[in-house]
């Protein structure tokens, strides 16, 4: 049964850090882009950021270059996203993707909500 867990939302103020984790079951991690994504209130989902199987990272919103990050551990089957200096804009609901090119293989998370305000 394939699962991907994200968890490390929450409240944060403007500023603030938060770093979300996502760990995948059920199938082989390690041949998986993963991806995470946002969706806003009344708007639609976004790519924020992706790593390859190769540990290439492409940043996909481009008001989060040089403040998010994301990163893989193979061996604990987990992305994550390191967000710094958090903006309010930032808010949403943040979801974890893991896509298989050859295969089209495509998963998602329930997602974790992160809400930046004072």
């Known amino acids: 049964q394939v699962q991907l867990v994200e968890s490390g939302g929450g409240l944060v103020q403007p500023g603030g850090s938060l770093r979300l984790s996502c760990v995948a079951s059920?199938?082989?991690?390690?041949?998986?882009?993963m991806s995470w994504y946002r969706q806003a209130p009344g708007k639609g989902r976004e790519l924020v950021a992706s790593?390859?199987?190769?540990?290439?990272?492409?940043n996909g919103a481009g008001s989060v270059k040089g403040r998010f990050t994301i990163s893989r551990d193979n061996a604990k089957n987990t992305v994550y996203l390191q967000m710094n200096s958090l903006k309010p804009e930032d808010s949403g609901v943040y979801s974890c993707?893991?896509?298989?090119?050859?295969?089209?293989?495509?998963?998602w998370g329930q997602g974790t909500q992160v809400t930046v305000s004072s």
């Open positions: 993707n893991a896509f298989r090119a050859t295969t089209l293989s495509n998963y």
């Open positions: 059920g199938f082989t991690f390690s041949q998986y882009t």
């Open positions: 790593i390859s199987i190769y540990g290439g990272t492409t």
